[in-house]
């Protein structure tokens, strides 16, 4: 258990010099709170979580397309539009703790990002965790059109869920590959 900070300080001015990747790392991976809340409700809706809170979500997005409309800014470093990504990022930690969970701005997105990461061999430079999530959003945003256009059309109409002992198996031979091989020579 964690206890909240008292103050909050962020200097603008250092964030604003870091490497320009950094930050629009930071921008990608706040993209993810346009789609995470869909997969905080759905899950709420089939019952496998009954935390949904939209006002926690409308915390949370509270300041995203003022970001968004700075991106370019934020690319270049601009104090002014850096300042715009602190602030909004802020709120975004500030909505995860009410919530006591990360829900309101990670969902699939972080998912798959994470399951990418898992299966990065060592070594290998990979882009930042915050610039998969940004391309993982708008393919989540996509899936979210597409799910949405099948319900309105009718063509959705039960969900299916394997049981724990079934995903358990299909994960961990997804990632059969990636676990470490025990050496021969220490046997």
């Known amino acids: 258990q964690t206890a909240w900070p008292d103050r909050l300080v962020v200097d603008t001015d250092v964030i604003s010099r870091a490497p320009k990747r950094l930050n629009r790392a930071g921008l990608g991976d706040l993209l993810a709170s346009y789609t995470a809340p869909a997969d905080w409700l759905l899950a709420s809706l089939v019952g496998q979580d009954d935390s949904y ?45 009410v919530a006591g969970r990360t829900s309101p701005g990670s969902g699939m997105e972080h998912t798959v990002s994470h399951l990418l990461e898992m299966s990065q061999p ?48 299909r994960v961990a031979a997804a990632f059969d590959e990636t676990r470490p091989k025990p050496d021969a020579n220490l046997n």
Request: charged share 20%.
């Open 53 to 97: 809170s939209s006002a926690v979500v409308t915390l949370a997005r509270a300041y995203i397309d003022p970001v968004v409309d700075a991106a370019g800014g934020i690319g270049a470093g601009e104090p002014t539009a850096i300042e715009e990504l602190v602030g909004a990022l802020t709120l975004s930690g500030i909505a995860m703790g």
């Open 122 to 169: 060592k070594g290998e430079d990979e882009p930042l965790h915050g610039a998969k999530v940004g391309v993982l959003s708008v393919l989540a945003a996509l899936l979210w059109e597409r799910v949405r256009k099948a319900v309105r059309e009718g063509a959705l109409t039960s969900l299916l869920f394997p049981s724990a002992e079934e995903m358990q198996s």
